[in-house]
């Protein structure tokens, strides 16, 4: 189940990767906005990365205008891996490298074709694992409030 989430201004691009979602036969949540008024960003961030962090949810993608308010309320909620991505590369190496459990794009960043590439290459790529699982269990540690040596 992905969760997904925007506010105002990334209304379209919203509809667009719901449509990439149905087209590949994934199960989503729509956590709002649903209408194009404005908005506080945080409430429909938060309901999104909450359902990912309970377990409800496998994974999550935010939009806002930028991606970066909508990263940084995901990156509030603990377990929460958050990235905020502009290309598919970086899509491709956080889900690698980082186990991001949630996306975050920018609508008025980047065009619809671009934000799909980048949502296919997070969805499609594996974490590796190995080196980067000590790196990731650094991240929860200080999530956690313990000092890193
Ligand atoms: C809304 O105007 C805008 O601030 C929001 O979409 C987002 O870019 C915040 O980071």
Not at 12 to 26: C, Q, S, T, Y
Not at 70 to 87: E, F, T, Y
Not at 104 to 115: D, L, P, S, W
Not at 128 to 147: P, V
Request: hydrophobic content about 45%; overall charge negative; some cysteine.
């Amino acid at each position: 189940m992905i969760a997904i989430a925007c506010d105002h201004a990334a209304l379209e691009l919203k509809a667009d990767v719901i449509k990439l979602l149905e087209d590949r036969g994934l199960a989503y949540e729509d956590f709002g906005t649903y209408t194009a008024d404005s908005c506080h960003y945080p409430i429909f961030g938060a309901r999104a990365a909450q359902a990912v962090a309970s377990g409800k949810c496998d994974r999550g993608i935010l939009i806002c205008g930028t991606g970066i308010g909508m990263s940084l309320v995901a990156n509030k909620v603990k377990g929460i891996r958050c990235a905020l991505c502009s290309d598919s590369y970086s899509a491709r190496m956080t889900r690698a490298h980082n186990d991001s459990n949630m996306l975050a794009m920018g609508a008025r960043v980047i065009g619809v074709e671009v934000a799909k590439e980048i949502v296919a290459a997070w969805l499609d790529t594996p974490f590796e694992g190995g080196r980067h699982q000590a790196r990731i269990d650094m991240i929860t540690a200080l999530e956690n409030g313990e000092t890193l040596e």
